[in-house]
C-alpha cells in the first residue's frame, strides 16, 4: 500500500540553525507531493509542492524541498531557522489514487526552535 | 478575503448525541474534503466531494455521514455510531478533484466528549 513516512516525530534546532526534515513516500511512480506547516490550534498552510520538472523547489517563508527520486525523499530544508518556525510539518502525497483529489499525509514532524 | 470557514471552533458530544460541523467556502471551488486529525497519526481522509449532490467515503467513513447540497457548503455529522470521536477535525478545499491541486484547510473543529 502507498504510505508516506517522517521519521522524525520531533526536531529540536537552535533559532539560526539549518533544519532538514525529511519525507519518504511508497509509490512506483513519480507522485505530487506537497508540504504543509500546522500552527497550534490551526489549519495546514501549503509550502511548497512539486510535480515535475527541476527536483529543487522553492516556497514560502524561505523553505525549500529536494525531490530525490531514487532514494523516494523530499526532504524540507530551511538555510537558518526562525523562532516563528516553530511548528508541526506534514508531508503529503497526491496522484497515486486515480486522479481523485485525495492526499497521503505523513505523521507529521513537531520542529521546536531553542532561542 | 476568501478562505475555508469552519464552525464552531470547539464542540462537545454528550454520550448517543449526534453533532454537525459546518465547513463553507468561498473560493469557487468544486472539491470539498474532512479530515481527521490525532495526535501523532497525521490527517486521515472521512469523506470527500467533488461536485454537488456527490461523495464518496474516504479512509475512516464509519459513524460519520455528510451532504453536499451548495457548492460552498460541505458539513460533517458525526454520530452516536462513532464511538472514539475525540479529535481535531479539518475542513479542505480544492479548485477541482485532480491531483496537481493543492488543497486548502479551515481553521478545524475541536471535538471532545462530556
Known amino acids: 500500500a502507498q504510505s508516506v513516512t517522517q521519521p522524525d516525530i520531533h526536531i529540536t534546532v537552535s533559532e539560526g540553525a539549518s533544519l532538514e526534515l525529511r519525507c519518504n513516500y511508497s509509490?512506483?511512480?513519480?507522485?505530487?507531493l506537497f508540504w504543509y506547516v500546522q500552527s497550534p490550534g490551526q489549519g495546514l498552510q501549503l509550502l511548497l509542492k512539486?510535480?515535475?520538472?527541476?527536483?529543487l523547489v522553492q516556497g514560502i517563508k524561505g523553505f525549500e524541498a529536494e525531490f530525490k527520486r531514487s532514494q523516494s525523499s523530499f526532504n524540507l530544508r530551511k538555510p537558518s531557522v526562525h523562532w516563528s518556525d516553530a511548528a508541526e510539518y506534514f508531508c503529503?502525497?497526491?496522484?497515486?489514487?486515480?486522479?481523485?483529489?485525495?492526499?497521503?499525509f505523513g505523521q507529521g514532524t513537531t520542529l521546536q526552535v531553542k532561542p | 478575503d476568501g478562505g475555508i470557514t469552519q464552525s464552531p471552533k470547539y464542540l462537545f458530544r454528550k454520550e448517543g448525541q449526534n453533532v454537525t460541523l459546518s465547513c463553507e467556502q468561498n473560493?469557487?471551488?468544486?472539491?470539498m474534503y474532512w479530515y481527521r486529525q490525532d495526535p501523532g497519526q497525521g490527517l486521515r481522509l472521512i469523506y470527500y466531494?467533488?461536485?454537488?449532490?456527490?461523495?464518496q467515503k474516504g479512509d475512516i467513513a464509519e459513524g460519520y455521514s455528510v451532504s453536499r447540497e451548495k457548492k460552498e457548503s460541505f458539513p460533517l455529522t458525526v454520530t452516536s455510531a462513532q464511538k472514539n470521536p475525540t479529535a481535531f477535525y479539518l475542513c479542505?478545499?480544492?479548485?477541482?478533484?485532480?491531483?496537481?491541486?493543492?488543497?486548502?484547510f479551515g481553521d478545524g473543529t475541536r471535538l471532545s466528549i462530556l
Open positions: 466531494s467533488q461536485i454537488v449532490n456527490d461523495f
Open positions: 503529503a502525497v497526491g496522484g497515486i489514487s486515480g486522479n481523485t483529489g485525495k492526499l497521503i
Open positions: 479542505a478545499s480544492s479548485s477541482r478533484q485532480t491531483d496537481d491541486q493543492p488543497q486548502h
Open positions: 509509490y512506483g511512480a513519480t507522485p505530487y
Open positions: 473560493l469557487n471551488h468544486d472539491a
Open positions: 512539486y510535480f515535475s520538472g527541476d527536483t
